[in-house]
């Protein structure tokens, strides 16, 4: 591998950041072999398909041009699958019963069905054989670009494209454009596939196979972006280094943040920031710029005590503009709260600081912003024309005039561009100031803010009638009117259940649109908390509003558009929309947690049909951690100890129980008040199972035996291990807790232990027939003694019945293992919780797979991925990394990838923005489900969709089993 820096970037800002995200040195000196392609692209027969029968076996024989990949099925009339016979790779490592190294193949079937009958009648029966599978991009699913990812007032800038919305929270960040009554028009960040490589600045990671790929270089491997959101970014410029006194929160390593305070847009660029500047154009690239900028924030103590003064924090500012050619970048607002703390997740207010100044810069240079009015010294305010008492707000207008909204002083000055002074307008405490862009009219916004003055505490918590004020444009400045704030937009919450990072909880926007004035307006949501859950917490999102004579009339609500879609109006708890497929009835369900308010269980999930996109919320029997489904459609929910079935096939859902099922009373995964739970005539018991949250997965092979992912976390003192009712399966290099049980279709245990030594967690778990075990890792894959490129990925195992183990030489491991007991051959995968490891007895392994916090030495594993498997044992597994899922045979060979880099606006070639190839644009496609040979499913949070892709075959022949059909 070859890193290529595009800018000279390199900067540690936190102790944590130490632990390298991506091992750069030395990766062109080794070969990752596994990570290649093996079929060939050429899918051809020269002799084609035959079948033959003899006795109750049926010979289908052919051969092909090349060594691609292969698929033979039978199906009934109507294209269901009734026996998956195989599907691989042609080659030297072909998967059984396909012959190795041979391009001529026989392969037989004992005309039986996947559960082992035989089938009563060839009538309607074909055998099909296919070469070279080929997905494509179909659809978007449960997906609408009006959708709210933060907690945040979305910030609004109105410009003459439209209305540009910058929407950023819990991680994922999004620039788009609507037009002026709404309607979206497209997504500028995430950057267009199409434009990435415009996109100056970006780091660039060469990868096994040659492909030049972009990295997203946090911790998260989220986002471009890091100017806010940025934990784990070390590749800045030597000089824009805060001090080393200054702490800046990693708001647990970036799960909780966004990228931006302030959203400025003009002359076809936009700029975004918090600690430092993120810069690039309205098209979609960098504009010629680098789009990593310089610091742009002040700092201040963190505390009014006196021993922690000498620790500061950053102030950034909330508010920024630019000049009318797009060149000056104007920024306000730098203030910040003291929050005091109730609880672990009850947040007083405190009391707000600010600096009462206006900076500028060049958008374009890495030089920082220097003073351009008001003064420079923390809180130090001031009434003259030349002084701010909390500037919260600066706007331009066309002729380059700069807007201050003067808070406390209850005004809205104005100056030109060189800073000298025009005119004041008085407005009562003026938390925003909108130009509108053809009229250039001036709509300054009153709204409340926390603050607390210095010596003021009247002005603690003040209750401002949040209205707008409409004056003319420049030079004249005449008061026209008053609009007052509909009442969802000026009532506010007690102060242990408001937020308020940005300072104010509205944003608006303002423009014309034929004859009309359209106002949008946004708010940020109340802090989601114990308090607020029990109380109910109402979630708006963008109101369009048209004025007429002196009132705010509603025209369009983005959040009642989003209700009719029966779209969660938040995304997924910690950014995991799990999918799953029913094969039975051929729906799709996702699940977004939010189960109490640390949203880790689920007590509803939502039903999408994939040919119409119609989506159905649905209520379950208890509040569950996982599902899956079987081949006759029946449901398995699990908590952390039991596992139910269900028949959901009727509105009134009926448990299906195990012969070998166990009674079990209320049901249940959450602790909290709200949880929801059932009893069971006969559930399956998990061994030893208990606490934690990432269980691993479950799975039903087409027999109907279930594979289950497990942890275990009671400490056995006797043993030294934490499996209490694990005796006797302790042993030296064992590291870990977590664990797979395996039952028969009957709930009889199969395997309670299956790969001894599993450590740190896994994330998805698969089950063919043969009880071979299929797993994601998230231990990092090892190549001669050195790991994948991506450090937080994991690795894809497939294990053989009763031959699997993993021995582990960690710090945390229980028993050690003696040095002397060493393997004597490289470590296979690695994680700071077992250390290097040694994996035995796997059939392959394959890296560079999911995402896993631990990974790093700290982080957190709430954030994950999840591989899935399909009828021909093809495991499909995203590639966080590199844009894309990978799709394996049986014997571990990648058929193919699945996607590239791209953002929401990639739907086909003829789309906003095609991306090439099977057009399917990934930005972090961490949750994947597939209906076997007909579609696979992605969740794609940071593009706030599930995209479609359809699998078909770039050669296929049918061959009817008529023939065999006994005449009566």
């Known amino acids: 591998?070859?890193?290529?820096?595009?800018?000279?970037?390199?900067?540690?800002?936190?102790?944590?950041?130490?632990?390298?995200?991506?091992?750069?040195?030395?990766?062109?000196?080794?070969?990752?072999?596994?990570?290649?392609?093996?079929?060939?692209?050429?899918?051809?027969?020269?002799?084609?398909?035959?079948?033959?029968?003899?006795?109750?076996?049926?010979?289908?024989?052919?051969?092909?041009?090349?060594?691609?990949?292969?698929?033979?099925?039978?199906?009934?009339?109507?294209?269901?699958?009734?026996?998956?016979?195989?599907?691989?790779?042609?080659?030297?490592?072909?998967?059984?019963?396909?012959?190795?190294?041979?391009?001529?193949?026989?392969?037989?079937?004992?005309?039986?069905?996947?559960?082992?009958?035989?089938?009563?009648?060839?009538?309607?029966?074909?055998?099909?054989?296919?070469?070279?599978?080929?997905?494509?991009?179909?659809?978007?699913?449960?997906?609408?670009?009006?959708?709210?990812?933060?907690?945040?007032?979305?910030?609004?800038?109105?410009?003459?494209?439209?209305?540009?919305?910058?929407?950023?929270?819990?991680?994922?960040?999004?620039?788009?454009?609507?037009?002026?009554?709404?309607?979206?028009?497209?997504?500028?960040?995430?950057?267009?596939?199409?434009?990435?490589?415009?996109?100056?600045?970006?780091?660039?990671?060469?990868?096994?196979?040659?492909?030049?790929?972009?990295?997203?270089?946090?911790?998260?491997?989220?986002?471009?972006?890091?100017?806010?959101?940025?934990?784990?970014?070390?590749?800045?410029?030597?000089?824009?280094?805060?001090?080393?006194?200054?702490?800046?929160?990693?708001?647990?390593?970036?799960?909780?943040?966004?990228?931006?305070?302030?959203?400025?847009?003009?002359?076809?660029?936009?700029?975004?920031?918090?600690?430092?500047?993120?810069?690039?154009?309205?098209?979609?690239?960098?504009?010629?710029?680098?789009?990593?900028?310089?610091?742009?924030?002040?700092?201040?103590?963190?505390?009014?005590?006196?021993?922690?003064?000498?620790?500061?924090?950053?102030?950034?500012?909330?508010?920024?503009?630019?000049?009318?050619?797009?060149?000056?970048?104007?920024?306000?607002?730098?203030?910040?709260?003291?929050?005091?703390?109730?609880?672990?997740?009850?947040?007083?207010?405190?009391?707000?600081?600010?600096?009462?100044?206006?900076?500028?810069?060049?958008?374009?240079?890495?030089?920082?912003?220097?003073?351009?009015?008001?003064?420079?010294?923390?809180?130090?305010?001031?009434?003259?024309?030349?002084?701010?008492?909390?500037?919260?707000?600066?706007?331009?207008?066309?002729?380059?005039?700069?807007?201050?909204?003067?808070?406390?002083?209850?005004?809205?000055?104005?100056?030109?561009?060189?800073?000298?002074?025009?005119?004041?307008?008085?407005?009562?405490?003026?938390?925003?100031?909108?130009?509108?862009?053809?009229?250039?009219?001036?709509?300054?916004?009153?709204?409340?803010?926390?603050?607390?003055?210095?010596?003021?505490?009247?002005?603690?918590?003040?209750?401002?009638?949040?209205?707008?004020?409409?004056?003319?444009?420049?030079?004249?400045?005449?008061?026209?009117?008053?609009?007052?704030?509909?009442?969802?937009f000026n009532k506010w919450v007690s102060p242990g259940m408001y937020r308020g990072n940005f300072g104010f909880p509205l944003s608006v926007a303002v423009l014309k649109n034929k004859g009309d004035i359209n106002v949008w307006i946004s708010r940020e949501w109340t802090r989601e908390n114990i308090l607020t859950v029990r109380k109910g917490i109402k979630r708006t999102n963008i109101h369009i509003f048209t004025i007429k004579a002196n009132k705010l009339i509603l025209k369009d609500d983005f959040g009642k558009e989003i209700a009719k879609q029966n779209i969660m109006n938040k995304p997924a708890k910690y950014n995991r929309p799990r999918i799953y497929f029913n094969p039975k009835n051929k729906k799709l369900y996702l699940t977004e947690g939010r189960t109490n308010y640390q949203g880790k269980a689920f007590k509803q999930i939502r039903e999408i049909n994939p040919e119409t996109g119609k989506t159905t919320v649905i209520p379950i029997p208890f509040d569950a951690e996982d599902m899956c489904f079987d081949h006759d459609g029946y449901i398995y929910l699990r908590n952390l100890e039991h596992v139910i079935r269900y028949d959901m096939s009727k509105k009134k859902w009926r448990e299906v129980p195990w012969d070998y099922g166990n009674e079990a009373k209320s049901v249940h995964t959450s602790s909290s008040s709200d949880r929801k739970m059932t009893d069971s005539v006969s559930a399956l018991k998990m061994t030893g199972s208990n606490g934690g949250w990432h269980h691993g997965g479950m799975y039903v092979a087409l027999n109907g035996n279930i594979a289950v992912g497990c942890i275990n976390s009671f400490k056995d003192t006797e043993n030294r291990f934490p499996f209490t009712n694990f005796k006797g399966r302790s042993f030296a290099g064992r590291g870990g807790t977590p664990y797979i049980m395996v039952w028969n279709k009957y709930g009889k245990p199969l395997y309670v232990d299956f790969v001894p030594g599993l450590a740190a967690n896994t994330y998805g778990v698969g089950l063919d027939t043969q009880d071979n075990i299929y797993l994601m890792s998230s231990g990092t894959r090892i190549y001669n003694q050195k790991k994948h490129h991506s450090n937080e990925s994991g690795t894809l195992m497939k294990f053989p019945p009763k031959k699997g183990k993993i021995l582990s030489t960690g710090k945390k491991v229980e028993l050690k293992l003696d040095p002397e007991n060493y393997l004597k051959r490289d470590y296979d995968i690695s994680n700071p919780s077992f250390g290097n490891a040694w994996v035995i007895g796997s059939e392959w392994m394959y890296g560079g797979v999911g995402w896993s916090g631990k990974n790093g030495g700290l982080g957190c594993s709430c954030w994950n991925a999840r591989f899935t498997m399909d009828y021909f044992n093809r495991s499909f597994a995203p590639e966080i990394s590199r844009f894309s899922i990978a799709m394996l045979d049986s014997a571990g060979n990648l058929i193919t990838r699945i996607g590239t880099y791209g953002n929401t606006d990639a739907q086909g070639p003829k789309s906003k923005a095609p991306v090439g190839g099977d057009e399917v644009g990934l930005m972090h496609g961490a949750y994947v489900a597939v209906h076997t040979d007909n579609r696979l499913f992605i969740a794609d949070p940071a593009n706030q969709k599930i995209i479609s892709a359809k699998l078909g075959y770039h050669k296929e022949e049918r061959l009817s089993l008529k023939q065999f059909q006994e005449k009566e």
């Open 1 to 488: 591998m070859t890193y290529f820096k595009l800018s000279n970037y390199g900067q540690f800002t936190l102790v944590s950041i130490l632990i390298a995200i991506f091992n750069f040195s030395n990766h062109s000196s080794y070969s990752q072999d596994e990570l290649l392609v093996k079929r060939k692209g050429i899918y051809e027969f020269t002799k084609k398909p035959t079948i033959k029968k003899s006795g109750d076996n049926i010979s289908i024989s052919f051969t092909s041009k090349d060594y691609c990949d292969v698929t033979i099925a039978i199906e009934d009339s109507s294209g269901k699958i009734i026996r998956h016979l195989i599907s691989g790779v042609l080659g030297k490592n072909s998967p059984a019963p396909l012959k190795k190294n041979s391009l001529s193949q026989t392969v037989v079937w004992n005309c039986k069905n996947d559960q082992g009958k035989y089938v009563l009648s060839y009538e309607d029966l074909t055998v099909r054989v296919s070469l070279g599978i080929k997905p494509m991009y179909e659809k978007d699913l449960y997906s609408n670009p009006k959708r709210r990812q933060g907690r945040e007032a979305p910030v609004l800038k109105s410009t003459k494209e439209g209305v540009y919305v910058y929407d950023g929270g819990t991680g994922f960040d999004f620039v788009k454009l609507f037009s002026a009554d709404g309607e979206y028009i497209k997504t500028i960040y995430p950057f267009p596939g199409n434009k990435i490589k415009d996109v100056k600045g970006l780091h660039i990671l060469k990868r096994a196979d040659g492909a030049m790929l972009p990295l997203k270089p946090t911790f998260m491997q989220q986002t471009f972006l890091t100017s806010g959101n940025y934990h784990g970014y070390t590749k800045r410029k030597k000089e824009f280094y805060y001090p080393k006194h200054v702490e800046i929160d990693d708001h647990h390593y970036g799960m909780y943040w966004y990228a931006s305070s302030f959203l400025a847009v003009e002359g076809g660029k936009i700029a975004l920031g918090m600690d430092y500047l993120n810069r690039f154009a309205t098209d979609g690239t960098s504009g010629g710029m680098d789009i990593y900028g310089p610091p742009i924030a002040m700092t201040a103590a963190k505390s009014k005590f006196a021993k922690q003064n000498k620790i500061h924090q950053t102030v950034t500012p909330r508010s920024g503009a630019l000049s009318p050619d797009g060149k000056t970048l104007y920024l306000a607002g730098y203030h910040f709260c003291k929050f005091g703390k109730a609880s672990a997740d009850i947040i007083l207010p405190g009391s707000w600081h600010s600096y009462h100044a206006v900076y500028k810069m060049e958008l374009k240079s890495d030089k920082k912003p220097k003073l351009f009015l008001g003064s420079p010294i923390y809180e130090k305010n001031g009434k003259d024309n030349n002084s701010f008492y909390v500037p919260a707000h600066v706007a331009t207008d066309a002729k380059g005039n700069v807007y201050v909204s003067d808070h406390l002083n209850h005004r809205v000055q104005v100056y030109s561009s060189e800073g000298t002074f025009i005119s004041t307008l008085k407005v009562p405490n003026p938390s925003q100031v909108v130009i509108e862009p053809y009229t250039q009219k001036i709509y300054a916004v009153s709204s409340m803010i926390y603050v607390e003055g210095r010596g003021s505490k009247a002005v603690r918590r003040k209750k401002v009638q949040a209205k707008i004020t409409v004056f003319s444009s420049a030079p004249h400045f005449n008061n026209e009117k008053v609009l007052d704030l509909p009442n969802k």
